[in-house]
């Protein structure tokens, strides 16, 4: 079983406001990663780190934000919520260059 | 742009029999190919991993790769109703397998009817 939190689960906000998805895994993998699924589409990579302090863009563009000041810690951060920002964000981890461990994602709607 | 293509589905599957899941790729370079088992609602788990051209087996499943044709399929043999999920099939360039550049199709539907 895979050991990597989303919090939180479901969030509903207002447009506007800044918000802060948190990402946690006790894994000790060095590389994580943040995924943008809206439903029924695919997975689209949005940001990634190889490690602490390394943050990279994926292939979305994204106005979110990411920071990697611990190793077990990867936070999404949108300064400013629009409706266009509502989606499911899915955050994994590897080790192995295999596999990648999801976690359970946070379900973001923004009014 | 790198894409990944697959039938939507929904793809219809009577239980015992094997479903065939599809997957084509544009990019040349891509080495190492991934599916991925997504129930509704829920995260995507890796179900099967391949890097070479042929077949991998693993359990009832059955990765299939023509790095020629730029094709990927899965097989799933004597099929359950608990294997009624959305398939993603996903490649990457690196032949490490690294998950940077990840690229996912949009997923196939797979309904197992009891």
């Known amino acids: 079983e895979a050991d990597i939190y989303q919090t939180p689960r479901y969030l509903v906000i207002g447009t506007g406001k800044k918000i802060t998805l948190e990402c946690s895994q006790t894994?000790?993998?060095?590389?994580m990663y943040w995924y943008q699924q809206d439903p029924g589409m695919e997975l689209h990579l949005i940001h990634y780190?190889?490690?602490?302090?390394?943050?990279e863009k994926g292939d979305l563009s994204s106005e979110s934000t990411v920071s990697r000041i611990r190793t077990e810690h990867f936070p999404l951060t949108l300064e400013s919520a629009r409706p266009s920002h509502t989606s499911q964000y899915l955050c994994a981890s590897s080790e192995s260059n295999i596999e990648q461990y999801f976690g359970p994602g946070t379900r973001l709607t923004v009014t | 742009q790198k894409e990944v293509e697959q039938n939507s589905g929904p793809l219809s599957v009577p239980e015992g029999a094997i479903a065939s899941l599809n997957c084509t790729y544009s990019d040349r370079g891509s080495q190492s190919f991934f599916w991925y088992r997504q129930y509704s609602g829920k995260s995507p788990e890796l179900i099967m991993f391949?890097?070479?051209?042929g077949d991998k087996e693993d359990g009832r499943f059955t990765a299939q790769l023509n790095k020629a044709s730029q094709y990927v399929s899965l097989l799933i043999r004597d099929s359950q109703p608990s294997d009624s999920a959305t398939y993603l099939c996903a490649v990457n360039p690196y032949s490490g397998g690294g998950a940077d550049g990840l690229t996912f199709g949009k997923g196939t539907h797979l309904i197992i009817q009891p």
């Open positions: 391949i890097y070479s051209n």
């Open positions: 894994m000790g993998h060095d590389k």
């Open positions: 780190s190889y490690g602490v302090n390394s943050t």
